[in-house]
Nanobody, 121 residues
Framework: QVQLVESGGGLVQAGGSLRLSCAAS??????MGWFRQAPGKEREFVAA?????????SYADSVKGRFTISRDYAKNTVILQMNSLKPEDTAVYYC???????????????WGQGTQVTVSS
């Protein structure tokens, strides 16, 4: 059974940092990433990475330069380091996984349960 389990969400002041982690079990995924959903809005892509080195990445324009995605392929985990957080980053963050970068960016087949990130002004 495939499972994605997120951790690391919480409450932080604007300008602060949080680190989200996601551990996958049940299979090894080539590509992993993150989506988020703010209250009253649709889910949106945040970041993704593919491959064992984690050198191939993709980011939403809204988080470029502030968020960094990284991968521990041996542990089947993905990390999202979020710096310079803004109130508009407040959302439930979901870990996603798949076998291609494109699938993770546009139509992930595997989702975690989500972790809440709240940024206060």
């Amino acid at each position: 059974q495939v499972q994605l389990v997120e951790s690391g969400g919480g409450l932080v002041q604007a300008g602060g940092s949080l680190r989200l982690s996601c551990a996958a079990s049940g299979r090894t995924f080539v590509a992993m990433g993150w989506f988020r959903q703010a209250p009253g809005k649709e889910r949106e892509f945040v970041a993704a990475t593919i491959g064992s080195s984690g050198s191939i990445t993709s980011y939403a324009d809204s988080v470029k330069g502030r968020f960094t995605i990284s991968r521990d392929y041996a542990k089947n985990t993905v990390i999202l380091q979020m710096n310079s957080l803004k109130p508009e980053d407040t959302a439930v963050y979901y870990c996603v996984a798949g076998m291609t970068l494109r699938s993770v960016q546009y139509n992930p087949g595997n989702w975690g349960q989500g972790t809440q990130v709240t940024v206060s002004s």
